[in-house]
């Protein structure tokens, strides 16, 4: 087994993978291996038990939206009683921020790496406020999720399959040059987002409220790119998944009680610990006692080197991590000690158009004691009442040492 | 009363534990304090120092110990609490530049290096070396304790690479006009020199200064290289790089006498290398032949041929006739050494006119004292050997050890004649001689009240561009009443002078004889990386010790500084597994 030749072709399929957004579907129509009564989640698996505040509103909410229960009392009900499944996103190729709650009925981004051929799915982001990924599940919530899978994103689907498909890779260049690193600051590459599909929308005979209100859900929501992002990312980490021998880590992502890893050698098996609190901004009337463990896929984009590995990119957010432009140079260069590569396409203009440190090396982790620096939205405990700051966090090092402690076990098999 | 404080698995550089040594001391109440990792040896300076406790007992080489003594629990306390503070890292200038965490990182932050200066500890050096190899550079490995296996292994990867690899062990050189590590500051000229050993490198380079000549390039190789098992390889590069560089017209080879079969070779290749060559294996001199190869006995005659091969006139001989009223009895040596070739060119002058000296380092075989063993009869001591330096720093950086010692021995009512040495330089301590004269101060002080007098005698091994300054640090021991002579070996044969003289003398020791065969053998091809090393410019990346970055500023030369932690954490367990993993 040789780890370096596996390394490299890993990193590889990440530099040269190209995903192309395709296109919007229904959940169970296209996530591989979705049913009625499956709930997809965010990070690591969890059992209802030991869910936190925003994920169990969130699949309460899910319950009520599919129909599944009539009231929260039967949705609890249902969570607990084994009679829904819940499963890892991860585990259908698909991502999705804070509680990343998907179901059945629910429209998801089809993202296509040209490269590899793979696909992977997000849900849509419902913006900013009292949201199902943030744990709330109110019937306003409901509503407007309704609103958002029935008719802003259809008309969005249409819009790409107008334009034949929108180059992701190229647009998360391009907002890398524009002031985002594409996890925690999206407001360059939505507002791309929306100029390259505006033309398209107006030419999908869309009725005029439809039209309006596509226009304006792009207009108004910052984040509204964040999810086809993050899509991008999970189509690019995974055709790095699966190399024998190979220390790169595919995944990262937090349950809102866990944080977990996945490495490409590895398989499909969770490396785990305990989610940390993350340590932020804290948006006025809320504290850090009010803080969830850190939860949701988004770490997706720190697994291919975007987010908080192209902080340098970002100045105009380096305030949530208390610092100054020059302390979000040094969080990237850091992040080049623990990486195998970089991402020549993702150029960083403060550091001269470097490219951004890719293809994250357990055994670089363990070594250094570096975990990766991570971008985040802070969520409050209780269900419902959303993002109350935003913040950096560091996962902890034992997912990390599992993997290595796994890595020589199957080496020495 | 004292306290102590234990951190286990710590890890600080050895520069920042002295500064809050330093610090703790000077704090209100407290009237000794110790800074350390716990290995044997500093344990036990702690215990004649005065600040054993037994919370000590079990702690390893891997913990912290801060050791207080005060005047009561109080200020010790207040003390201690102040620990984390002293050694909590300095911030960079602008509080915001990146401190890089690897060779790779450093290097591409000065974009671009050529060599590697490595002093972290000696069980992590070989790991860094290695990188800093295959990250393509030039390392000079400063750090000892270093497994001769991975010497072997490391020297080997370097062959392979085109690189050159100086160390382990390797305390000094000058490249491309800088001085790496323990390095005077001399004028470049027409002197190239190849060491094995670093005080024997400098105690050369600073008296070709002093005479006026300069020094193109030295390089050391560390004082295993000439062993059977590493055969000389980084030596033989070195003569061969020298032979090449257009800078240098006399080269001068320095080393204790080596393996026989690796010691043939080496003059071998003297012969075939085109320029006259000056040969110093310490303490033997085979017949002077017509080939262009010159023996010398001593470090002094081997600066001394050099100036004059060059055309420049040797310092005239300074050595002091010391006058002291020696009770019946007194009259052994005591040389208590920095510099380990300084001690072994001493052993040579004492043992040539006294007989026997006693060594922790011992030129004779049958004249070794265990580790840490009491003097005795004429005894020098290499305080810079492994046992007094793991852990801790090095003698030439913190003289403690010799205070300590330098008490002991004149204690000792036989002493007659204790000899130092001082080496200046960068990276060495800022002002060793006030710190000599203080230990000789309360040494005098004691031996008033005793009723007894001894005669100290040294050397100064620096230049008038050191920081230091020669002079001045020649003035500061003469107004102390310390003798001061223009070399080691001539502060040896006053010693001897005065010990002959007080009935000292016991039977002289016969020369060592080393033959060679006429063969001239061929030099090694020098890589055109290691011919651009020479040439410079030098860009360096630093890992470990922070003097020596901050020598390199000093020099003008660009360096990069690793923030270097023990791998994993210093957890044994994961180091091994990474290992498997090639990480």
Not at chain 2, 26 to 53: I, K, S
Not at chain 2, 120 to 143: I, N, Q, T
Not at chain 2, 174 to 192: D, E
């Amino acid at each position: 087994m040789d780890i370096e030749a596996a390394n490299q072709l890993a990193v590889q399929r990440m530099l040269e993978a190209q995903p192309v957004l395709v296109g919007v579907a229904r959940a169970l129509d296209a996530i591989p291996g979705m049913r009625p009564d499956l709930v997809l989640h965010a990070g690591p698996p969890v059992p209802w038990e030991r869910m936190s505040g925003p994920l169990r509103g969130a699949v309460l909410g899910a319950l009520l939206y599919e129909g599944l229960a009539r009231d929260e009392q039967e949705a609890v009900r249902l969570a607990s009683s084994g009679d829904v499944r819940f499963e890892p996103c991860h585990d259908h190729a698909t991502v999705g921020p804070m509680a990343g709650v998907t179901t059945a009925s629910m429209a998801v981004y089809v993202v296509e790496n040209r490269t590899h051929g793979n696909r992977a799915y997000s849900n849509f982001n419902e913006g900013y406020g009292r949201v199902l990924r943030y744990g709330a599940y109110g019937a306003d919530v409901l509503q407007r999720l309704r609103h958002l899978n029935e008719r802003v994103a259809p008309a969005i689907g249409r819009a790409l399959e107008h334009m034949g498909g929108l180059d992701l890779k190229a647009l998360i260049a391009r907002q890398l040059t524009m002031g985002d690193e594409g996890h925690n600051r999206n407001v360059a590459g939505s507002a791309l987002f929306a100029r390259a599909l505006a033309p398209h929308l107006v030419r999908c005979d869309l009725d005029p409220d439809t039209l309006h209100d596509t226009l304006r859900y792009l207009a108004d929501n910052d984040l509204a790119v964040l999810n086809p992002v993050m899509a991008a990312c999970k189509a690019t980490a995974d055709a790095a998944h699966g190399i024998e021998g190979a220390t790169v880590v595919t995944c990262m992502a937090r349950n809102g009680t866990e944080f977990g890893i996945r490495v490409s050698g590895l398989g499909p098996r969770w490396f785990t610990g305990p989610a940390p609190t993350p340590k932020g901004l804290y948006f006025p009337g809320f504290r850090d006692e009010d803080a969830n463990p850190d939860i949701g896929d988004s770490t997706i984009t720190e697994t291919v080197g975007i987010g908080a590995f192209a902080m340098a990119a970002a100045p105009a957010i380096v305030r949530f991590v208390g610092g100054t432009p020059q302390d979000a140079v040094a969080a990237t260069l850091e992040m080049y000690e623990i990486t195998l590569a970089e991402n020549s396409a993702f150029g960083i203009p403060a550091l001269d158009f470097r490219g951004t440190p890719t293809g994250i090396d357990v055994r670089k982790v363990v070594r250094t004691g570096i975990t990766p620096r991570i971008n985040t939205g802070i969520a409050h405990r209780e269900p419902g009442v959303g993002q109350i700051g935003a913040g950096l966090v560091r996962p902890p090092l034992e997912p990390f040492q599992q993997a290595v402690r796994a890595l020589v076990e199957l080496l020495s098999r | 009363m004292v306290r102590a404080r234990i951190q286990r698995s710590s890890y600080h550089d050895s520069v920042a534990l002295l500064q809050a040594q330093r610090a703790l001391r000077e704090l209100p109440g407290v009237q000794e304090a110790g800074v350390v990792m716990a290995t044997p040896a500093n344990l036990e300076l702690l215990r004649q120092a005065g600040l054993w406790v037994q919370e000590l007992e079990g702690t390893g080489p891997d913990d912290l110990v801060a050791a207080v003594r005060a005047v009561d629990a109080a200020a010790a306390d207040a003390a201690l609490r102040q620990l984390d503070a002293l050694l909590s890292r300095r911030e960079a200038a602008s509080g915001a530049d990146y401190r890089p965490r690897s060779v790779r990182t450093a290097a591409a932050q000065l974009g671009g290096a050529d060599l590697a200066l490595v002093s972290v500890p000696g069980r992590f050096a070989a790991a860094v070396a290695e990188e800093a190899l295959r990250e393509g550079l030039h390392v000079m490995l400063f750090s000892d304790n270093v497994p001769l296996e991975d010497e072997v292994r490391l020297k080997a990867l370097a062959g392979q690479r085109g690189l050159l690899l100086m160390g382990p062990d390797c305390g000094t050189a000058i490249v491309a006009g800088a001085g790496l590590g323990f390095a005077n500051r001399v004028r470049r000229g027409p002197v190239g020199i190849v060491a094995a050993s670093g005080t024997g490198l400098q105690e050369v380079a600073s008296r070709v200064h002093r005479a006026g000549g300069g020094v193109s390039c030295a390089v050391g190789t560390g004082g295993r290289d000439l062993s059977d098992r590493v055969g000389g390889q980084t030596f033989a590069l070195g003569l061969a790089a020298l032979a090449e560089d257009p800078a240098t017209e006399v080269v001068v080879l320095l080393s204790k006498p080596p393996s026989p079969r690796v010691a043939d070779r080496l003059v071998g290749m003297a012969r075939a290398c085109g320029k006259p060559v000056v040969v110093n294996f310490l303490g033997a001199r085979p017949p002077d032949r017509a080939d262009g190869v010159h023996f010398a006995e001593t470090l002094q005659e081997a600066a001394d041929l050099a100036l004059r091969l060059c055309g420049l006139e040797p310092p005239e001989e300074e050595t002091p006739e010391p006058q002291a009223r020696l009770l019946p009895g007194q009259r052994w040596v005591r040389g208590l050494f920095a510099g380990g070739t300084l001690c072994a060119e001493a052993q040579v002058v004492l043992s040539g006119r006294l007989g026997r000296v006693w060594s922790n380092a011992p030129v004779c075989p049958d004249a070794a004292l265990p580790p840490g063993g009491a003097s005795r009869e004429h005894t020098a001591l290499d305080l810079g050997a492994d046992e007094y330096t793991v852990g801790r720093l090095h003698p030439m950086l913190d003289p403690s050890v010799r205070d300590l010692r330098l008490r002991q021995e004149v204690e000792d009512p036989e002493v007659a004649v204790v000899l130092v040495d001082l080496v200046l330089g960068y990276g060495a301590h800022p002002d060793p001689a006030s710190e000599l004269v203080r230990a000789v101060r309360a040494a005098q002080d004691r031996l008033r009240t005793a009723g007894r007098e001894v005669v100290f005698l040294a050397s100064v091994c620096g230049t008038d561009l050191d920081p230091q300054g020669y002079q001045a640090q020649v003035a500061t021991l003469r107004e102390a009443g310390v003798w001061v002579a223009g070399s080691n070996a001539q502060a040896a044969r006053a010693a001897a002078r005065v010990a002959e003289a007080a009935g000292g003398r016991l039977v002289p020791a016969d020369r060592m004889q080393l033959e060679f065969g006429d063969e001239a053998a061929p030099l090694p091809p020098v890589p055109e990386r290691v011919r651009s090393l020479l040439a410079g410019p030098l860009r360096v990346v630093n890992v470990g010790l922070s003097v020596f970055e901050e020598s390199l500023r000093a020099q003008g030369v660009p360096v990069a500084s690793v923030d270097w932690r023990p791998p994993a954490g210093g957890d044994a367990e994961m180091m091994a597994l990474l290992a498997r993993l090639g990480g």
